[in-house]
């Protein structure tokens, strides 16, 4: 049967948190107790289950889970056969490759016959052959940061994001390998009945992600100055004007993405817009 789409997700690390919030935005509801490693949602078809996130990519390459939710980084080293449906925005990071404080470091020939821990051995392995440098890469499972300092590699290649893992432990990044965001993949074969679903679920992501780059605005502003504040802030269709109870005076509303917003705030003000509100938008279909 195919009333059922199967989603797995991480059970607890940085990604779960931002997943969970993602369909909860979705307006899917599911309860997720401690410990629980499935759980269906009262209100979608859809399925959870809670899994170490280097498990995701294998699970939906099988087709024990249809779709999950995991970060780039691990689909790439994985590199199992599943389609990448759409990038989400949260939990950015990036590989790197990083020495000692200490060290020169000039360029890129400094790995040449080095040896390097890392728990992405593929990613790193296909860089290196890329910019063809020949190094050994030590594959561990974690604490990948201290290995330079306890002699067992000249560098590492791993997840950064603000760096201070890696200052604490003495280190520098000096490369980047590979960017990361978490990801939407997809097992390849779904059947024409999960597909259905998933376009559901796909077209109310969206909704989510507009909404969240997009603010509603509104403001006050002089009759005489509607013309000049509607170029400024062309809106989706176009602006709102609703007359205030002051004579000669409009309210303008209208949604912008928040970069135009600032963009376009100098302006607004000198052409005379004032009590200029910005509210977030939950949902936004285009
Ligand atoms: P699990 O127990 O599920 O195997 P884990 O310890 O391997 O968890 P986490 O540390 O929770 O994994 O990281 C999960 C993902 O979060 C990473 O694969 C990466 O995509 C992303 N991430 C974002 N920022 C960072 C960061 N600073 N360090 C590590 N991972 C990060
Ligand atoms: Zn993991």
């Known amino acids: 049967m195919d009333q059922l789409v199967r989603i797995a997700v991480q059970k607890s690390g940085r990604l779960s948190d931002d997943s969970l919030s993602l369909i909860k935005e979705c307006g899917i509801k599911f309860y997720n107790g401690t410990g629980k490693l499935k759980s269906t949602s009262t209100n979608f078809p859809l399925e959870f289950l809670f899994l170490r996130d280097d498990d995701i990519p294998g699970y939906v390459a099988d087709g024990v889970a249809d779709i999950g939710i995991v970060g780039h980084n691990e689909v790439a080293e994985k590199a199992k056969e599943v389609v990448l449906l759409k990038k989400l925005g949260f939990s950015k990071c990036r590989l790197s490759l990083a020495i000692p404080k200490g060290t020169p470091y000039s360029s890129l020939s400094y790995f ?160 005379g817009a004032e009590g200029i509100l910005v509210v977030p938008i939950e949902k936004m279909v285009i």
């Not at 052959?129 to 560098?155: N, R, T």
């Open 112 to 271: 040449e016959g080095k040896s390097i821990a890392t728990t992405y051995p593929n990613i790193l392995g296909n860089f290196l052959k890329q910019h063809q440098i020949k190094a050994e890469i030590h594959e561990i499972s974690g604490s990948v940061e201290i290995a330079p300092s306890i002699g067992l590699a000249d560098g590492i290649c791993d997840l950064v994001s603000s760096g201070s893992t890696l200052m604490m432990n003495g280190l520098k990044e000096v490369q980047e390998v590979f960017t990361s965001e978490a990801v939407l993949i997809g097992n390849p074969k779904l059947t024409d009945g999960k597909k259905t679903i998933l376009d559901k679920l796909l077209f109310r992501i969206n909704a989510v992600q507009t909404g969240k780059s997009n603010k509603y605005v509104l403001m006050n502003v002089p009759n005489s100055a509607i013309p000049k504040i509607i170029q400024l802030i062309p809106g989706m269709r176009s602006p709102t004007i609703l007359p205030l109870a002051e004579e000669g005076w409009s309210s303008i509303h209208s949604v912008l993405s928040e970069e135009q917003f600032w963009e376009n705030m100098d302006e607004l003000r000198a052409a």
